[in-house]
């Protein structure tokens, strides 16, 4: 589990992240009263305009008067592409007769709550990554060792052959 939070007093927003096995599962709360007001879900699929871009298939469910949908949508399909894996997005933020002003510094919180969560994901990626290669490479080496020890043991019987 994952916990990020940006901001102070209403202005304040908590991002927390589950994965569920592959799956990833993003709930963004805060203001003065954090609740569920739009999820999103996003599919990874190829890009349909290039196959060797990552893409994903969103779709969203927003309750009644709530205005998160979109902000929902784009976090899903943001942490998607970058995993390219499902992720869930439930967001509720909310200000009692918000301006304009604190609405924007709610979604600014947020998003800086998904740009620290898209590095840490990256890097755990990476990492994985890594991981992946030195365990290919491992592999590599033990295969080509036991070409080196086919090879020496071949040439062992021949020299045998010929005394």
Excluded at 39 to 48: G, Q, V, Y
Excluded at 58 to 74: P, V
Aim: hydrophobic share 40%; net charge positive.
């Amino acid at each position: 589990m994952i916990e990020i939070i940006e901001g102070k007093d209403k202005y304040k927003v908590k991002l927390t992240a589950v994965s569920s096995g592959e799956e990833l599962t993003i709930i963004i709360s805060g203001g003065e009263k954090p609740h569920i007001g739009a999820i999103a879900i996003s599919i990874p699929r190829p890009s349909l305009k290039d196959s060797n871009i990552a893409s994903a298939s969103t779709s969203i469910f927003t309750l009644t008067g709530h205005k998160e949908d979109e902000l929902s949508k784009q976090i899903a399909e943001n942490i998607t592409k970058l995993t390219e894996k499902v992720t869930v997005a439930i967001v509720g933020v909310h200000i009692d007769k918000a301006t304009p002003q604190e609405i924007e510094c709610l979604i600014q919180n947020t998003q800086k709550t998904v740009n620290k969560l898209r590095k840490i994901l990256i890097k755990k990626k990476d990492n994985f990554l890594k991981k992946e290669r030195e365990v290919n490479t491992s592999k590599i080496l033990k295969v080509i060792w036991g070409v080196v020890l086919a090879v020496i043991y071949l040439q062992a019987i021949d020299n045998s052959r010929r005394w």
